[in-house]
């Protein structure tokens, strides 16, 4: 039985372009994962762009835009890039406990103190059937690890397992809310829309393709 007054919301979520090494904006190959990106949602009735404040979401999400003219854009805080949940040992597996945590402990400590709130408030912003009779399609310009995220919550996973997920520059995944059932996800890391060169960027060779 479908919950009155509540539609399906159809979140595409992407991980900015290629960023430049000191992350101040994107490369060449970042201006054209974004500007390609685009393109492909042309068709996509999308109602709003939410990203990220960091300078490399903020400008994916304007060439994104750029493709879709009419279509608002909105800088989010929760969209941005932070630690979103910061495990225990005992949660984790035992063999790579250890080494997973003392490689969280080295991002910056806002990162770390701040990012659970900052996640929680991103589930109640960006997921779930949304009010009224239409259905809602919405994209989100974020980071690798709220990506991680959102796919570990709409899979019901423990929530360390944000961890190991990793999404590459300017692919699309797509996780549907519908009224009543669980959240499904589409498709994950889909990046038929970019060619070779430009997929896998931000990752060792050995996590290429």
């Not at 597996?93 to 408030?121: D, I, K, M, V, Y």
């Not at 996780?175 to 060619?195: C, E, G, T």
């Amino acid at each position: 039985m479908t919950t009155p007054g509540t539609s399906t919301r159809h979140l595409y979520i992407t991980r900015h372009g290629e960023a430049t090494p000191d992350e101040s904006g994107l490369t060449g190959a970042g201006l054209r994962q974004a500007v390609l990106l685009g393109e492909r949602l042309r068709e996509t009735p999308l109602t709003a762009i939410h990203h990220g404040p960091l300078p490399r979401a903020e400008q994916t999400a304007r060439l994104i835009g750029e493709q879709l003219p009419g279509v608002p854009l909105h800088r989010s805080a929760p969209a941005g890039d932070y630690l979103p949940y910061v495990p225990r040992k005992d949660e984790l597996p035992p063999e790579s406990a250890e080494a997973t945590l003392l490689r969280l402990a080295e991002f910056p400590a806002a990162e770390r103190e701040g990012g659970p709130a900052l996640a929680q408030e991103a589930l109640a912003q960006f997921t779930g059937p949304v009010p009224g009779p239409e259905p809602r399609h919405e994209l989100l310009v974020t980071h690798n690890f709220l990506v991680g995220w959102l796919v570990r919550a709409a899979l019901d996973a423990p929530p360390w397992r944000w961890l190991g997920l990793n999404h590459c520059n300017a692919a699309l995944t797509v996780i549907r809310y519908a009224p009543d059932r669980p959240a499904s996800v589409v498709f994950y890391n889909d990046m038929r829309h970019l060619p070779k060169e430009l997929r896998w960027t931000g990752f060792p060779p050995e996590l290429r393709a």
